[in-house]
């Protein structure tokens, strides 16, 4: 089991240049193929101006959106084309209010779907927008990578988020091709229920699935003793050195549309380390 199928999500080459390079390396080490959306997003609100100006200035802001979907295009095809990758690169516009289900319909066929962290300087509702599209529209896992450092090539240590949850467990079967090659993965329980299930041996049943697949998994149980689960997995992260991050990404639904819930946002305006999440 590979990610044959990659596909990264560009709005501006400044940003999201690590989440490029971060694909790259998913599709060397797999031998698979990259897909590249070069996204110019129009921001006009249709019905936001004056009698008369409606029509003239959405044609400028799609003219504009194109335009930068060009440019962007340009910019990776200079870097992709110093790859020995297959890869295709695409300029597509759109309107902000309709992203979510615009990018849904380009990415929902990707195994794996790389992107940039969608909180920090100089970004704009869009990314999250762009990971909220591939996590609940599209139902495809994401791999958000934070904004220094580069995406290593052999991930050794992982530490998965384990909650018994259904998104967890999807999150874990996405991350499979990963697992299978650390060293060591970290199954990481914060306050299990006492009442659960499996209370005897908390992600024993998680651990043996593991096993099975070739993996070398270990378990801890952590207190919370930090105000949020994410603070207490952000710290228990660092201490085991982790390359990764895998966990369930939640949502609450808003009129038709999924937002980030509060423990997937913690994490993702925390994470200094990649994380692969899924729905």
């Known amino acids: 089991m590979t990610f044959m199928n990659v596909t990264t999500v560009i709005t501006d080459m400044e940003i999201d240049r690590i ?37 003239m200035t ?55 779907v790389v992107l940039t962290r969608p909180y920090g300087e100089g970004r704009g509702h869009e990314k999250e927008a762009i990971v909220e599209s591939a996590l609940f529209d599209a139902g495809v896992p994401v791999l958000v990578v934070p904004d220094h450092g580069s995406f290593p090539s052999d991930i050794d240590r992982v530490v998965v988020a384990w909650d018994e949850s259904y998104e967890a467990l999807t999150a874990v079967r996405a991350a499979l091709p990963i697992l299978k090659t650390a060293e060591v993965v970290n199954i990481t329980l914060v306050d299990p229920p006492a009442h659960a299930p499996d209370r005897s041996d908390p992600g024993g049943a998680l651990s043996l699935m593991l096993s099975r697949h070739g993996v070398h998994a270990e378990v801890s149980v952590l207190a919370k003793t930090m105000p949020r689960v994410s603070d207490v997995i952000a710290r228990h992260v660092k201490d085991q050195n982790a390359d990764l991050l895998v966990m369930g990404a939640y949502g609450h639904s808003r009129i038709r549309e999924s937002i980030l819930g509060g423990a997937t946002r913690n994490t993702l305006q925390m994470t200094e380390i990649p994380v692969l999440m899924a729905h």
């Open 58 to 112: 959405l044609q400028s802001g799609l003219v504009e959106a194109e335009n930068d979907a060009r440019k962007c295009k340009e910019a990776v095809k200079k870097v992709l084309d110093t790859y020995e990758i297959n890869w295709a690169a695409q300029a597509v516009s759109a309107q902000l209010p309709g992203l979510a289900q615009f990018l849904a319909h380009h990415t929902r066929f990707a195994d794996l």
């Open 19 to 55: 989440s490029l390079d971060a694909a790259v390396t998913v599709v060397r080490r797999d031998r698979g193929h990259l897909d590249v959306l070069c996204v110019g997003i129009d921001h006009t609100q249709p019905g936001a101006y004056y009698a008369g100006a409606n029509a």
